[in-house]
Nanobody, 118 residues
Framework: QLQAFGGGLVQAGDSLRLACAASTRPFTSYAMGWFRQAPGKGREFVASINWRNTTTRYADSVKGRFTISRDYAEKTVYLQMNSLKSEDTAVYFC?????????????WGSGTLVTVSS
């Protein structure tokens, strides 16, 4: 129901935009977010946006570099990633949550791999 794509291999300092397309009907009712999981590490929160498109949250590690947005007409949520660092290398997952805290996830999407070479 949630399909993430847009990952790839980039160099440090480059930009990349991830997208997550939702096929589920209640897309507009959920907060949407991005998580990531680096090799050998647990899944961590990256960014989220509420269903009203008025509130966003970011992990401290990506503030000022990543921007989350959503397009209701396309039922897609985006993650614009700028000034990428090697530590951003991970599989990125999108998710639909009850609210912007993303404490309660209703749907997990597929992952897309981002590799940043230094």
């Amino acid at each position: 129901q949630l399909q993430a794509f847009g990952g790839g291999l980039v160099q440090a300092g480059d930009s990349l935009r991830l997208a997550c397309a939702a096929s589920t009907r209640p897309f507009t009712s959920y907060a949407m977010g991005w998580f990531r999981q680096a090799p050998g590490k647990g899944r961590e929160f990256v960014a989220s946006i509420n269903w009203r498109n008025t509130t966003t949250r970011y992990a401290d590690s990506v503030k000022g570099r990543f921007t989350i947005s959503r397009d209701y007409a396309e039922k897609t949520v985006y993650l614009q990633m700028n000034s990428l660092k090697s530590e951003d290398t991970a599989v990125y997952f999108c998710a639909a949550g009850v609210d912007v805290t993303m404490a309660r996830i209703r749907y997990w999407g597929s992952g897309t791999l981002v590799t940043v070479s230094s």
